[in-house]
T-cell receptor, first 114, second 114 residues
């Protein structure tokens, strides 16, 4: 069955530093891939998604992610962290064999220090 | 304003007392889904619905029921709640997950079963 793994349940960075949140999926056939963000006491919001085409995907708030088939990865990055980026981030996959489903990773909580 | 509305926001109940969490969307979305969020486990899908009168089990359906009599509403029913159903619940909707349309999430319902 399709699964998604987020390495690191907590990541801490200084304001202005690079943000790197890791996501790997298990599939020999590329699924559709998503990153969602959850701010405190709110529901999730879509940051970006990859379906087909360009492997570098740009999302909202300066985030981007690169789909690397050879590494089965879809890591999320932002060149310069801002205090407002503090939130929980979820990677999700929609398996090619059942695109009705969306399978979430366990989440990574990002802390940004001044 | 486009939104997914869940009620109540917080709910404390006792084991065995039937309860319903309501979910309503005003975007004419076909797809609706329920998730539960638990620490270290991320979001897990409970049930989803592709359209009116069409529902299907997600990954953790045991102990839950849903109905989709109208397009806008998708209530989650716990006939006999148990403490292991204490969790944060999210309702979500989209134009169609199979078309990789993004999910819109409600603000969540924190349920405690004593």
């Amino acid at each position: 069955a399709q699964s998604v793994t987020q390495l690191g349940s907590h990541v801490s960075v200084s304001e202005g530093a690079l943000v790197l949140l890791r996501c790997n999926y298990s599939s020999s056939v590329p699924p559709y891939l998503f990153w969602y963000v959850q701010y405190p006491n709110q529901g999730l919001q879509l940051l970006l998604k990859y379906t087909t085409g360009a492997t570098l995907v740009k999302g909202i708030n300066g985030f981007e992610a690169e789909f690397k088939k050879s590494e089965t990865s879809f890591h999320l990055t932002k060149p310069s962290a801002h205090m407002s980026d503090a939130a929980e981030y979820f990677c999700a996959v929609s398996p090619f064999y059942n695109t009705d489903k969306l399978i979430f990773g366990t989440g990574t909580r990002l802390q940004v220090f001044p | 304003e486009a939104q997914v509305t869940q009620n109540p926001r917080y709910l404390i109940t006792v084991t065995g007392k039937k309860l319903t969490v309501t979910c309503s969307q005003n975007m004419n979305h076909e797809y609706m889904s329920w998730y539960r969020q638990d620490p270290g486990l991320g979001l897990r899908q409970i049930y989803y619905s592709m359209n009116v009168e069409v529902t299907d089990k997600g990954d953790v359906p045991e102990g839950y029921k849903v109905s989709r009599k109208e397009k806008r509403n998708f209530p989650l029913i716990l006939e006999s709640p148990s403490p292991n159903q204490t969790s944060l619940y999210f309702c979500a909707s989209s134009l169609g997950v199979e078309r990789n349309e993004k999910l819109f999430f409600g603000s969540g319902t924190q349920l405690s079963v004593l």
